[in-house]
């Protein structure tokens, strides 16, 4: 049996590696080969990306940092975070992947997979980023070690960006100990909230990108309604509204769907974890979907019913659910206070009803600050006041005084200058299927 090499190689340019391609290192290392040359992804442009980096970096002088290390990865969380931001790339294989920004110097990407994977990788974000090294089976932290000898910053100062912001999760132990270890001499910082506060307020191109997921919010709800019979079961509406979404080059970020008799309720709020529940006539499905377009989400939610809706959930809507919803959309301009909208909400327990906390929240990739519940508001000071470039979830969910039923409502906005723009055209009224 012959032993592998241990060392791991370089680079191998595609002439050495073209006859070798069964030999584990020089096809882990392949670099500029022909591959996946005719293939088409959307991409920002370079002043897109250019921005991008100037933005970062010039956060970075304010905060003395020599480089910075960017994750990103499928957490529902962070939805790519910063690397996806930096890069174009949504990563599914690892926990995380990472962009590695000095902050004098070209940026790496460190990839999770070799070979083939990441010369499709490369190749789809050269535009902003043409150093994509990979981590030898899990050797991030080792692979950013080389990178930060080769910037001569053995004594510098780098920072570590969170790889799930919401909940305050860096990157894990070992590499931690890795960075550490091999270089004693470097300060390394915790950062907090970098990245929202470069994303809170979108660019014309990123604005762009919640439009599209919009439209796929939309197109998702409408795959709903069209799939909901009696018969079916909550998970075949999930595949609905996921084949749906990814039918316009999407991604699913979540699909939450759940159902329960009308005449018998007990739902508030869609199921997390959508069942085999089989539909039945007089049923009526809550959801919350969020659909992502090249790195930026949009929400939506709306009921359907098998069947007209009972008297009493048709009296919901037009009394409780479609009021309140327009009086915290009522709030919801430039300049106005996110008060304004937790006092909106105050009109459902005013009428005798309850809800769930969340009345809305914003959208900086994923769900972010600020975000306004009926008896708190979270986010920084400067997220306290809607500006043109926000997004915003609104989001009500009144729920019966007894706790038993309850209907979710919710579409994503665009504060402009003047006023806000609604992402999707589904219509505001409960959809009959079946």
């Not at 910075?68 to 529902?76: L, R, W, Y």
């Not at 974890?273 to 006539?281: A, D, E």
């Not at 499905?285 to 019913?305: D, F, H, K």
Request: charged share 25%; proline share 6%; net charge negative.
């Amino acid at each position: 049996m012959t032993e592998q090499p241990r060392r791991p190689l370089g680079p191998q340019p595609w002439e050495i590696v073209r006859t070798r391609l069964d030999q584990s290192l020089p096809f882990a290392n392949m670099r500029d080969t022909p591959y996946y040359r005719d293939c088409i992804w959307e991409q920002f442009s370079a002043a897109e990306y250019k921005r991008r980096y100037d933005a970062l970096r010039a956060k970075m002088r304010e905060h003395k940092l020599d480089a910075i290390v960017v994750p990103g990865g499928p957490s529902h969380w962070s939805f790519g975070a910063g690397m996806t931001w930096l890069t174009g790339h949504w990563e599914w294989h690892a926990l995380c992947c990472y962009v590695l920004v000095p902050l004098d110097g070209e940026p790496t990407m460190i990839y999770s997979m070799g070979g083939t994977h990441a010369e499709a990788v490369r190749r789809q974000i050269e535009v902003a980023v043409t150093d994509v090294r990979h981590s030898r089976n899990g050797q991030y932290a080792q692979v950013m070690v080389e990178r930060l000898r080769e910037l001569k910053l053995e004594r510098g100062r780098v920072g570590l960006m969170e790889i799930d912001p919401r909940h305050g999760d860096y990157l894990p132990v070992n590499q931690y100990n890795t960075l550490r270890k091999e270089l004693p001499d470097v300060e390394l910082v915790f950062t907090k909230n970098f990245l929202h506060d470069l994303v809170v307020i979108h660019s014309a191109e990123e604005l762009d990108c919640v439009r599209k997921a919009g439209v796929l919010c939309q197109r998702a709800m409408e795959a709903m309604v069209a799939r909901a019979k009696p018969g079916v079961k909550e998970y075949e509406l999930k595949a609905a509204a996921a084949s749906a979404i990814m039918d316009g080059g999407g991604d699913v970020d979540f699909l939450i769907i759940g159902s329960t008799p009308m005449d018998n309720p007990a739902l508030v709020f869609g199921n997390p974890r959508p069942s085999g529940r089989v539909l039945k006539k007089g049923d009526i499905v809550n959801m919350e979907l969020a659909a992502g377009y090249r790195g930026y989400t949009a929400q939506v939610g709306s009921p359907i019913t098998l069947g007209l809706p009972t008297e009493m959930v048709r009296k919901f809507w037009d009394e409780i659910t479609l009021p309140g919803y327009n009086k915290i959309l009522a709030e919801m301009l430039p300049g106005r206070n996110a008060k304004a909208m937790q006092d909106a909400s105050r009109f459902f327990r005013d009428n005798g009803v309850q809800s769930r906390p969340t009345q809305c929240h914003g959208i900086d990739i994923v769900t972010d600050n600020p975000h306004i519940t009926a008896d708190h508001i979270s986010g920084v000071e400067s997220d306290m006041v809607l500006k043109p470039g926000m997004v915003i979830m609104a989001e009500p969910n009144p729920i019966t005084a007894d706790g038993l039923f309850g209907i979710f409502l919710g579409h994503t906005f665009i504060i402009t200058d003047t006023g806000r723009e609604v992402v999707d055209d589904f219509p505001l009224e409960i959809a009959v299927a079946g």
